[in-house]
C-alpha cells in the first residue's frame, strides 16, 4: 500500500493551504464559502473556504485538513482544479476523478468523496450566505 | 555511526530474526532435514535432537519443564488452542447447549484471544468482558470481582500490545489458582523480554511467539502446565497425535530450532537488553512530550514494557504523521494492522477517545535500536507533528480556544 | 562418484529442502523481516510482495488464480481446515443435533484426514468409510455408490502416501460437481510431482505441504475454490481475520517465500524429475522382486506415483530390515512414523494381512536420489533380506511347505 | 531412538542362532525343550530350543527371531544366558535382567517379555515331554 508519487507529492508541497480567516473572521463575509465536513473520530476532517466573485467564478480556495496523506492530497488536489472555474463547473467534480488523478486505492476512495463534499458543503454555504436556490440542491443533497 | 535509513520502530509488530538463530537454523534445511517423526534414521534423529534442544531453551526461559511445552505455528494458534481447547474439554454442558461455562477475559486483549472467545460465546459459553480504566491495566481485584462458581477459565494477556501496561498476571494467577480457575495468559510481548516463573506465578497456559523476540516467524509455544493441576485440552488440530496428542502436524524443524536458539539468546542478554531499552524508551517519551503540545503518553505511568511507547499527538491524524516520517517504520492507532482502517479498538476501549487514537503513534524498539535513532526519531516527529499542524483545521480550532470535542461534526 | 551415506529414501515422509528455495528465504530473516500485516512501512510492504509473489507460484503450479490460495502451517491444516471448516460452515443442522450432514472419505487416508472425520463423527456428522480393494485405489464408482442426498463433503487423497496409489481424483470430481457436494483432496503426495489442474479436475478444495515437495517445513497451502462453487469456510484459527478471514495469525513470511520458490522449481522440472524417478523406481522394484523370493510390490500395479515404492518381504521383519540397511534412511509398515508400534494401518486395511504389513519397506526417491544409489539399496536391501531369512522361524517354515498363516499362533 | 550398543552387536553377530532340526524332527526327542512365542501379525515370533541333559541342565540353545532388532537381540541374549544353567535356575531369568543388559528403551521392553515367555515355553515343553510337573506351574502361568 504505498503511496502514489502524486500523492507524495500533494502531502509533502500542499497547494492552497491556509484560510481567509477564522471560521468566525468569514462567517458574515458574502465572498467566501466554507465547508468543513469529515468528523474527528473518524480520523479525517477537511476545512475548504473559497472566495467567489460576482460572476459565480471562484477566484482563490484555501484548505486545511486533518487526515491521511491521501485526504491531504485529495483537498489539495480540489482547491487546484476549482480555482478559476465557475461555482457550475466546480459542482461537476467527481470524486471518481479525484481517484483516478491519484491512483487512490479502494480502501482511500472515501477520501475523494470527502473532497467532493467539501466543494459541495462550501458552494451550497457560499450560496445560502447570498439567498441563491441551487437548481438541483434537491439532487445534489441525494447524491451523497 | 551514520544511520541506516528506515529506522526500523516497529518490534511489537515482529523482530528481526536474530542471525545466529538464522544460523542455528541453516543446517535443518539442507543437511539434518530429516521429519522429527521418522523413528528410523538419523535424519529422524537428528531433527528430533534439534527440536528437543530447542524445548529444553523455552522451557528454561519461562521456568517449566521442557515436557510442558507444546510447539505451535505461533501466537494466534496457541492462544485458540489454550482458550478454545479448555473450554472444549472442561465444557460443563454438551454442545448444542447453554451456559457451558463460564471465561472471563478483557476488552484490549488481542484479536486472537477476543475472536476465539467470542467463537466460544456463540457455542453456548458465558464471557465476561472485562474493560480496564483508561490506564489499560487489568488488576487481581477486577478478576476477582468478575470469578463466579460456573468460571472455567480466565485468559488476560501479559502485556498489551499496544500500549505495553502489564497487568496483575503473578496476582490473577494466584487468585485463579485459589478459585481452581485455570489461567490463560497470551505473554507475546513479554516473554524473551521480561524474567518468567509460570511456577511461582501460578500460570496455568501461556502463549507465546518467536518471531516477536528475534526468532523465526511460522513458529510459537503453548506452555501447558502438567500438574497442579494437570490441564487437558481438546487439540484444534487432529492427526497423527505429536505434541502429546495436542497439536498434530509435522514440526517445522529448522523454524524450532531457530526459537530455541532465539529463547538462549534472550535468557543471555535480556536483563541488559531491558535496561538499555528502558533508557532509550524514556527519552524518547521525555522528550516528544515536553518539546510538543498536547502530547500524551497512554498507557499507565510505570507499569508498561521498556519496548512499546505509545504516544497520542492532538489534532494530528496518525497516518499522515507516518506518512511524514516514513524513514522512521512504526505503526499508528489510526490504521490497524489488518486490513481494516477502523482506529484502534485499544485505543478507543480505554476511553481515550477516537479522535487520540486516530492520533497515536506505537513506536516500538528491539536489540538494534540505537541512541542516534532514538534521537533521529525525535527529530523527525517533531518536525513531522508541527508541519502537520500547520494544515490542520482542529489546530486551529484549538488555538482559537474552542473545544474540538464540542462541536457538531457533519459525519459522512 | 562416491556414494554419500547415509542415503536417503524417505522422501514421502520429507524432503531435503533445495537450496534454491532456502536462499530465496535468506532476506527475509534478517533484512526484509517485516510483518507482512505492517500496511505502513516498506518491511511490510516487501514481505507482502514476498508473499503475493509466492501465492502466484503456488497458484500457477495447480492451475488456480492466486486469490485461492490460503497459507496454512502445514498438509495437517489445511486438512483439518478443509475438512472441518467445510462441515461446520455447510452443517444442515446446528452443533448438538445428529445428522448434520454427510461425509465420505477413505479407511487409508492420511490421519490429518482421517482424526477430523472422527471428530466431526462425535459432532454429529454421519461418515462413510470407504475401504478400497488391496490394489488400494478409490474409483469414482465407490464414491458414486455412497453419495446420498445429505452429503455434504467427499474428501478423497490423491496419492496415497504410504502405497503411492493414485485415486481416480478428477472422475470423483466431476461426480461431485453434478452431484453439487464439495470435494476435497489431500494431494500432499502429488501437486509438484505431477501436472495438476483443479479447474479442469473439479477440485474444490486441496491441501498441500511444502516440506515434501522441496519447500521448508512449516508451511502448507489450502486451495479454496472461489467460483462454480463459490466455497465458504468456518475458520479453525480466529484472529485479526489474515488470509480473507479463512486463516488468522501473522504470516511465515520466509517459509512461505521458499514454499513458493519451491514451487516455482518444481513447475521448472516436474517433467524431467518425473522420468527419471519412474525409471529408478522401476528398476528398483524389478531388481528386488526378482532376486527376492516372497517379495510383493504393495498397491496397484500401474497407477502410482514415480516416487514411492512399497515392498513385503514375506518373513522377515520390516523394523529390523530397516536396522540391517542402516546406511538407507527409509520406513516401514512395521513401526509407524507416529510414536505407536502398531503395524501400517494403512496395509491392515487394504487386506494385505498383518504379516506382510511388518515385512514392508516404503522406499520413497527424491530430486538428488541417483543410479548409484539405487544400485546400492537393491545390493543391500538383498543381503539384509537374505540374512534375516536366516534366522526368521517363519522362513523355515514357509521352507518347510507350511503355510504360516494356518498356525495357530500364542499371541502375548 | 538410536540402538544401543549391545542391541546392535547381538543384531550383527547373533549367539546361538539355529535349531537341533524341523518342529517335525525334534517333535519326539525327550532331551529337546521347544518354545515358540509371539505371532506373525504382531510382528514377533520367537522360538527357542533347548537341549537339556539328565541333570537337568541346559547344554545347548537355539533361536530363531522374526522381529525388530530388540527382539532378536533379547533372544541371543537369553541364549547366552541360559547355556551352562540348570532349568530352575534359567526359570529366575527375569525380562527386567534383560532391559537392562540392553538398555531397552519403553517401547522395546515387550521383547525382553517375549524373550522370558519364550524361556519359560520351551523348559514348559521340556517338562510335559518327561512327564514332570514343576512345583510352581500355576505360579509361573499367572505371571503373564
Known amino acids: 500500500m504505498a503511496y502514489s508519487e502524486k500523492v507524495i507529492d500533494h502531502y509533502q508541497n500542499p497547494r492552497n493551504v491556509g484560510s481567509f480567516g477564522t471560521s468566525k473572521d468569514v462567517a458574515d463575509r458574502k465572498d467566501i464559502g466554507v465547508g468543513i465536513v469529515g468528523a474527528p473520530e473518524c480520523g479525517d476532517v477537511m476545512q475548504l473556504q473559497l472566495r467567489i466573485n460576482d460572476e459565480g467564478v471562484i477566484e482563490d480556495a484555501k484548505f486545511k485538513c486533518f487526515g491521511c496523506g491521501s485526504a491531504i492530497a485529495s483537498s489539495s488536489l480540489a482547491t487546484e482544479w476549482i480555482k478559476g472555474k465557475s461555482v457550475d463547473e466546480a459542482l461537476t ?4 476523478q479525484i481517484v483516478e488523478e491519484l491512483s487512490l486505492p479502494p480502501v482511500k476512495i472515501h477520501c475523494s468523496v470527502l473532497a467532493e463534499d467539501s466543494i459541495r458543503s462550501a458552494i451550497a454555504d457560499f450560496q445560502k450566505k447570498n439567498g441563491i436556490v441551487p437548481a438541483n440542491a434537491v439532487g445534489a443533497a441525494a447524491a451523497h | 555511526m551514520a544511520l541506516k535509513f528506515p ?7 515482529t ?8 544460523e542455528a537454523m541453516l543446517p535443518y534445511f539442507t ?35 521442557s515436557k510442558e511445552i507444546i510447539w505451535t505455528s505461533g501466537s494466534t494458534e496457541s492462544n485458540n488452542l489454550a482458550i478454545k481447547g479448555t473450554a472444549r474439554m472442561y465444557a460443563k454442558s454438551p454442545e448444542g447447549t447453554k451456559n457451558r461455562g463460564h471465561i472471563i477475559t478483557c476488552v484490549i486483549e488481542h484479536k486472537a484471544v477476543l475472536d476465539p472467545c467470542k467463537r466460544l460465546e456463540r457455542e453456548g459459553f458465558d464471557v465476561t468482558w472485562i474493560t480496564p480504566p483508561p490506564d489499560g491495566v487489568v488488576t487481581r481485584q477486577m478478576i476477582a470481582e468478575a470469578i463466579r462458581p460456573d468460571t472455567i477459565l480466565v485468559s488476560i494477556m501479559w502485556v498489551n500490545n499496544e500500549i505495553g501496561t502489564i497487568n496483575e498476571i503473578p496476582e490473577i494467577g494466584k487468585l485463579c489458582h485459589e478459585k481452581g480457575v485455570i489461567f490463560h495468559t497470551d505473554a507475546t510481548q513479554w516473554v524473551g523480554k521480561m524474567p518468567t516463573d509460570v511456577e511461582r506465578d501460578c500460570i496455568d497456559l501461556m502463549s507465546w511467539s518467536s518471531h516477536k523476540m528475534y526468532g523465526p516467524k ?7 502446565r502438567r500438574r497442579s493441576p494437570r490441564v487437558r485440552l481438546e487439540a484444534i488440530l487432529d492427526g ?9 502436524g509435522t514440526l517445522n524443524v ?19 537488553d531491558r535496561e538499555r531499552l528502558f533508557g532509550l524508551k524514556q527519552k524518547l517519551e521525555r522528550e516528544l512530550t515536553s518539546r510538543l503540545e498536547v502530547a500524551q503518553v497512554n498507557g499507565h505511568a510505570d507499569r508498561r514494557v521498556p519496548h512499546i511507547a505509545n504516544i497520542s499527538f492532538g489534532y494530528v491524524e496518525g497516518e499522515s504523521l507516518l506518512m511524514g516520517i516514513k524513514e522512521i517504520a512504526c505503526s499508528s492507532g489510526s490504521a490497524c494492522t489488518s486490513a481494516s482502517l477502523e482506529p484502534s479498538y485499544v485505543l478507543k476501549n480505554l476511553g481515550i477517545g477516537d479522535e487520540l487514537a486516530h492520533s497515536s503513534l506505537r513506536l516500538s524498539i528491539g536489540r538494534w535500536t540505537t541512541e542516534a535513532e532514538i534521537d533521529y526519531a525525535i527529530q523527525a516527529i517533531e518536525k513531522s507533528v508541527n508541519h502537520l499542524r500547520t494544515l490542520s483545521p482542529l489546530w486551529d480550532l484549538f488555538k482559537e480556544g474552542i473545544d474540538v470535542s464540542k462541536i457538531e461534526w457533519q459525519s459522512h
Request: overall charge negative; proline content about 2%.
Open chain 2, 254 to 272: 529448522p523454524g524450532i530450532v531457530g526459537f530455541g536458539k532465539a529463547c538462549e539468546l534472550c535468557c543471555e542478554s535480556m536483563d541488559a
Open chain 1, 93 to 96: 467534480i467527481r470524486n471518481t
Open chain 2, 240 to 248: 497423527g497425535g505429536h505434541e502429546r496428542g495436542m497439536r498434530s
Open chain 2, 7 to 13: 529506522i526500523y520502530m516497529d518490534n511489537a509488530a
Open chain 2, 15 to 22: 523482530t528481526r530474526t536474530d542471525p545466529r538463530a538464522v
Open chain 2, 31 to 65: 543437511e539434518k532435514f530429516g521429519n522429527s517423526a521418522s523413528r528410523n534414521h538419523v535424519f529422524g534423529w537428528d531433527a528430533e535432537d534439534g527440536i528437543e534442544i530447542a524445548r529444553e531453551h523455552a522451557a528454561s526461559l519461562i521456568g517449566a519443564s
Open chain 2, 218 to 224: 511460522g513458529v510459537g509455544a503453548l506452555f501447558v
